[in-house]
């Protein structure tokens, strides 16, 4: 009688548990639609209109694809983008080779500092461009005659603005790599050159052609960089801008935007294809490879390194002098003056603070739902049905540019029949967008993290009748840690330094620091726009090093089981 008692406790025990995880997952995948999903179904709905809200079928697209002035801006984004990931993804195979395939010194530095533009908001390198190669920049005459404002400039500052991501995925395809591979080479007799063919580009083909789509979804999506040295240069990036901003037309707005749309989910579905034949290239029987010394071999990346990494140095430092220099080029006396931003047309300390709290924000709230989600996805059964539904709702975000994301949220929250309108213009509707726009890189850290607990965890605790949230509460986000101090970190630097979204949903009292650099360059205040854009990198910055150390306290506590 005592088992059959027991018993009977049991199951509504388990039963609980199993609707109240149901009801979450519904709930995080009704999120996804809502702010994700149906402002896209309504950016599509908007295209196909009217400024009356009549239907006009494929007009809009007609107009825009005869009218030269627009038109030519798909040619002139697909000629930027191409050049802008040639040049990127070469630099940063070398760059990844070096760090990788070398015993050059001081290659956790170089590495470091490939890294480092992922910390200022892509206006920044227009800004420093300027400086340096503009009607009165500092080395102008290296491009011999030719303008910065235009192609030249935005190709420059988008390899800048793109490197890191390349170099990230170039330097992970490079370090899996099995050793025996090329002991077999040198057993075989063969040389530096034919090994590199044959063993090392093979190995890598997919992160390079990972690392190619990635820049290219990047630069045909980026709006900072041609909007502040793109001069009459368009691309499509800026002409949404320009139509919703400029001219108030939403509905060629929409219409560019779904272009926008198109290479960005060409990328997207060429990168998982091959991804999808990406097969195993380490085995339990692999050896790690570990590169030889050459001292000619080591000099030679050593010194293209040094190069690359001087001209990331020098982006950032001439936005330093120039947001410090009192007037640049004529009175070069050093003053604070540009940081009273208060008194500068389009920015104001308030945009800063509003940005931090925006990232703040982001980070709480944004980990706590990605990290919830994840685990709903990943450590749940049963409903595989709906489990795959919000799997597809995660991935929707890294095919869909921010701009489009941004316009996507005019169309669907400013209807005031919406009851969601209540969110237009508020800090709100930032911190969503924010969290939407990079919603799908965060899930796949939590995923990553959570396939890398044995399963046996919730086993366990289901066979000893622990609820499901202290399992959570008391195992899995304590082991997970690492994974979730990270995503919050990259959630509050892409909250800090993002602007191609936001542009569109903010007011006089939200506007934020990335949103101010733009709209002081417009206003002529460089210097300003340069020192905000330098504030927002000084922040990161900090925010990192702060991570790092309140990381080592907090692992020190949930990540002790990890020491022997």
């Given amino acids: ?55 006009v079928g494929l007009a809009n697209f007609s107009k825009f694809l005869t009218t030269p002035a627009l038109s030519i801006s798909i040619s002139n984004s697909l000629q930027i983008a191409l050049a802008a990931s040639f040049i990127t993804t070469s630099l940063a195979f070398v760059y990844a080779y070096a760090i990788t395939r070398s015993q050059m010194p001081l290659r956790a530095l170089f590495k470091g500092l490939a890294l480092l533009p992922l910390l200022a908001p892509s206006l920044l390198p227009g800004i420093s461009l300027v400086y340096l190669f503009g009607n009165k920049g500092l080395v102008k005459e290296w491009l011999m005659g030719e303008s910065i404002y235009g192609p030249i400039g935005i190709v420059m500052g988008e390899v800048f603005y793109t490197f890191p991501h390349a170099v990230m995925i170039l330097v992970t395809a490079l370090s899996i790599t099995d050793g025996r591979l090329y002991e077999a080479a040198e057993v075989l007799g063969a040389g530096t050159v034919r090994k590199f063919f044959t063993v090392t580009v093979p190995a890598v083909r997919y992160g390079l052609v990972s690392a190619f789509f990635v820049v290219f979804t990047l630069v045909v999506t980026d709006f900072g960089i041609p909007k502040v040295i793109g001069g009459n240069y368009n691309v499509l990036a800026t002409d949404v801008y320009k139509q919703v901003v400029g001219r108030n037309d939403f509905q060629m707005g929409a219409v560019v935007g779904m272009i926008l749309l198109l290479p960005a989910l060409l990328a997207f579905a060429v990168d998982r294809l091959v991804q999808r034949k990406q097969v195993a290239l380490l085995s339990a029987r692999a050896v790690p490879y570990i590169a030889k010394k050459s001292p000619g071999f080591d000099f030679a990346v050593l010194a293209f390194c040094a190069v690359v990494s001087l001209a990331i140095l020098s982006m950032f430092a001439m936005a330093a002098c120039a947001s410090f220099v009192k007037l640049w080029p004529y009175n070069l006396e050093l003053v604070w003056k540009h940081y009273d931003f208060d008194l500068t047309d ?23 739902v990605v990290f919830a989600g994840a685990y709903l996805v990943e450590k749940q059964t049963g409903f595989k049905k709906l489990r795959g539904v919000v799997q597809f709702l995660c991935m929707i975000p890294m095919a869909v540019p921010g701009l489009v994301l941004g316009v996507a949220y005019i169309f669907f929250f400013v ?25 799908t890189v965060a899930h796949l850290t939590a995923v990553t993290a959570l396939k890398q607990m044995d399963g046996e965890f919730e086993a366990v605790s289901a066979s000893l009748q622990v609820p499901v949230w202290r399992t959570f509460r008391r195992v899995t986000v304590p082991v997970a ?14 909250a800090m330094t993002t602007v191609s979204a936001v542009v569109f949903l903010y007011s006089p009292n939200t506007t934020l620091a990335s949103v101010a650099v733009l709209n002081m360059d417009d206003a002529g205040d460089v210097a300003p726009a340069a020192a905000m854009a330098m504030m927002i990198v000084y922040t990161c910055i900090a925010v990192r090093l702060a991570h790092a150390v309140l990381s080592r306290a907090v692992l020190a506590r949930t990540q002790a089981w990890r020491r022997r």
């Fill in 415 to 439: 209807d005031q029949a919406n009851p969601l309108h209540v969110l237009y213009h508020s800090m709100a509707i930032l911190v969503i967008n924010t969290v939407a726009h990079f919603y």
């Fill in 346 to 368: 389009g920015g104001s300390w308030t945009s800063f603070w509003n940005s931090i709290e925006m990232s703040a924000l982001t980070a709480i709230f944004g980990t706590a």
């Fill in 1 to 55: 009688m005592t088992a059959i008692a027991a018993g009977e406790r049991v199951r509504p025990r388990a039963s609980r548990d199993h609707w109240a995880m149901a009801a979450a997952l519904v709930l995080i995948a009704a999120l996804l639609v809502i702010f994700v999903a149906l402002p896209l179904y309504t950016l599509l709905s908007k295209s196909f209109e009217n400024a009356d809200g009549g239907f």
């Fill in 481 to 494: 840690m690492p994974a979730i101090l990270d995503i919050s970190l990259y959630l509050f630097v892409s």
